[in-house]
């Protein structure tokens, strides 16, 4: 217990939001932060909402979820949910089982609601942009590779190099995933 008088709860460690590809037009659709709080109003309980249009709810072993659509049309969450001794307390209530199931339902469900995909087509669109990040990646490499192993390219290439890997760079850094075009630009250089 802590001073407070407040159950002491374990919960796993906040890494960093998940984001999820959303179906074209489904956040016009839903009517944007204040539709995806609504629906969490469906599936979770303690909805409260910020004033960036951020839910926060909970429900069962989901301690914790916060989600909302980012500026790139991303469905971003954070979950914490119980773990170690707190999570084996709660499975071993009468209705434990149960509601871990439903819990796992509920946020499954909500997710195919507020992304328009199924579990299976999310993790499709995840390998997707985990893809188009390896390129990019791959393509920087091999532009500071050629570009240090060549030695009669011109300024204007460097420069226009050096201007993409900056590009990709960027995008990568902030989660976006880079276009095809943008990694081909550069591999077409060298």
Same mark, same amino acid.
């Given at each position: ?32 932060? *204040? ?52 999570? *084996? ?36 669109? *995840? ?11 791959? *393509? ?51």
């Amino acid at each position: 217990m802590v001073a407070n008088g407040e159950p002491y709860v374990t919960v796993a460690a906040a890494t960093s939001m998940e984001r999820f590809a959303v179906k074209r037009g489904l956040v016009k659709s839903i009517g944007g932060n *204040a539709g995806l709080a609504k629906l969490a109003t469906n599936y979770f309980e303690n909805i409260n909402v910020d004033a960036e249009g951020v839910f926060t709810g909970s429900y069962g072993l989901l301690v914790s979820v916060q989600g909302s659509y980012d500026a790139s049309g991303k469905l971003a969450v954070d979950v914490q949910q119980l773990k170690g001794g707190d999570l *084996a307390e709660f499975l071993d209530r009468e209705d434990g089982r149960d509601q871990a199931m439903e819990s796992r339902r509920r946020w499954s469900t909500f997710l195919d609601e507020a992304t328009g995909y199924n579990a299976k087509q999310r993790g499709d669109k *995840a390998k997707e942009e985990a893809k188009k990040f390896s390129k990019a990646k791959s *393509a920087i490499k091999m532009a500071h590779k050629s570009m240090e192993l060549m030695k009669n390219l011109d300024q204007e290439t460097i420069d226009k190099a050096n201007e993409l890997i900056a590009v990709l760079e960027g995008k990568i850094e902030s989660g976006e995933p880079p276009s095809e075009t943008q990694v081909k630009k550069l591999n077409d250089l060298f």
